[in-house]
């Protein structure tokens, strides 16, 4: 059936890698980096991942989502932590839905060794030079600096932001493409698992220190241990660049994250032994060159971690392509173009809900008047389950076309905001009638939830 090469063994690389090789194909990954298997640091940052139904459901396709569920630790709402010490629960969704936190070097520890087993080649150390787009012929260089050429049936470039193959693509006429950086950048800090349990925090959530123009975030470890995420802008008070002191990053600390200082063994060697990650959103058309090469994953369309949907969009992609693989192989460039006419308008949806989702935790989270809408939110979906879900619901636990999931949320934000406009709406909802009440009011606005 042909040779196919993949560029990238990152999660997207590899479980692309899968559905192929299940299709019949040969299939070849080249990575530029080092086997996340067998080195103590990895060159990609150490990161936890937040796994929802697309995802996993993709991982279900290939066989994975049990063991990763299992490498997991389910996350069922978030935590607020007020400057005061006060803590908020926020559900995510129903009581039985919950994210699943995950490192990436795990998750893709379990996508590297199931490629192997479905006989998937992975050859580490050796990326991609160039790809010779009039014959498909793809330019290889390994660590010794040896170099040779190979000609696949086609490539799919996985390889990241910074994708080698879409800088090929981008040498050609009538490519468009445009990259936005983020004005924060984040870091990781570890807890162990022992400082952990000194907190008696609850396990299966997410830990949130919104400030407005900077948060920290946690993440949980099966371990018992916490990745902590921080979040700050790279100019400006507080930032990566005004803190360049130890006395500086306690005190920013004691002010806003008081009680996950004392948990956090040596700091300021954590903080200051690492650059802080940038975060992008890139867009870019086409996706393809004829019938030999295809962008897939961040290399097509990188987004902002923050509604933890970068990994998710990149593992149903896969699924995804691989449905159009079935329906249009072996005429490869029909394939390309049909899966770009689909999941590119559904990319660029994601892309900006993850920047307004990014202000929403840091500045809004706090907010009474966001807290209240969110509160209605959840109560009309437990009143009509089947008619009426939040927006990060329809994103988290289901497999909703994004364009889809936004259609019905303008259409129910306008219930949300004539019950902002019922005086003392607060105050009713602590009423004990206040079920009965709101159904009432669906039904004499003829709400179409």
């Known amino acids: 059936m042909g040779s196919l090469i993949i560029i990238g063994a990152g999660l997207v690389g590899t479980a692309l890698s899968i559905y192929l090789t299940k299709r019949g194909y040969r299939v070849t990954v080249y990575e530029r980096s080092e086997d996340v298997r067998t080195t103590l640091k990895s060159t990609r940052p150490s990161v936890n991942l937040t796994l929802c139904e697309r995802g996993l459901r993709s991982l279900d396709r290939i066989g994975l989502r049990q063991i990763v569920e299992r490498s997991s630790v ?167 660049e005004s803190l360049s002191s130890e006395s500086d990053l306690i005190e920013l600390f004691k002010t806003d994250f008081s009680n996950l200082l004392p948990l956090i063994p040596n700091l300021s060697t954590q903080f200051f032994e690492q650059r802080p990650n940038t975060m992008l959103t890139i867009r870019c058309s086409p996706w393809s060159f004829e019938d030999k090469v295809l962008l897939i994953g961040d290399s097509a369309h990188a987004i902002l971690p923050s509604y933890g949907q970068g990994a998710n969009v990149g593992l149903e992609d896969c699924a995804i392509l691989d449905e159009i693989v079935g329906r249009y192989a072996p005429d490869w460039k029909r394939a390309f173009i049909a899966f770009e006419q689909l999941r590119k308008p559904e990319t660029e949806i994601i892309a900006d809900l993850c920047y307004e989702h990014f202000v929403e935790l840091q500045k809004f989270t706090l907010d009474p008047t966001f807290r209240l809408r969110r509160r209605l939110e959840r109560i009309l979906h437990e009143l009509f389950p089947g008619e009426f879900a939040t927006l990060y619901s329809m994103i988290t636990f289901t497999s909703m076309p994004f364009s889809e999931a936004l259609r019905k949320d303008r259409e129910q934000q306008k219930i949300i905001d004539k019950l902002m406009r019922y005086p003392n709406i607060a105050d009713r909802l602590e009423q004990k009638d206040s079920q009965l009440w709101l159904e009432k009011f669906a039904v004499l606005h003829q709400a179409k939830i």
């Open 74 to 240: 389910p996350a069922y709402g978030r935590f607020i932590h007020h400057k005061n010490g006060e803590m908020v629960y926020q559900p995510y969704g129903r009581e039985e839905q919950a994210l699943y936190s995950i490192s990436r070097n795990e998750l893709n520890t379990i996508l590297l060794n199931a490629a192997e087993e479905h006989g998937v080649r992975i050859v580490f150390s050796t990326g991609c030079l160039d790809i010779d787009l009039s014959t498909g012929e793809v330019r290889l260089e390994d660590a010794a600096g040896h170099s040779w050429g190979e000609t696949p049936t086609c490539t799919f470039a996985a390889d990241g932001c910074f994708s080698t193959v879409r800088s090929r693509l981008q040498r050609k006429e009538r490519f468009d493409y445009s990259q936005h950086y983020s004005t924060q950048g984040y870091c990781e800090l570890h807890v162990p698992p022992d400082a952990s349990r000194l907190s008696a925090w609850p396990r299966n959530g997410l830990h949130l220190w919104p400030r407005s123009e900077h948060m920290l975030i946690t993440f949980p470890n099966r371990d018992g241990s916490l990745t902590c995420s921080l979040h700050l802008p790279f100019e400006g008070q507080p930032s990566y």
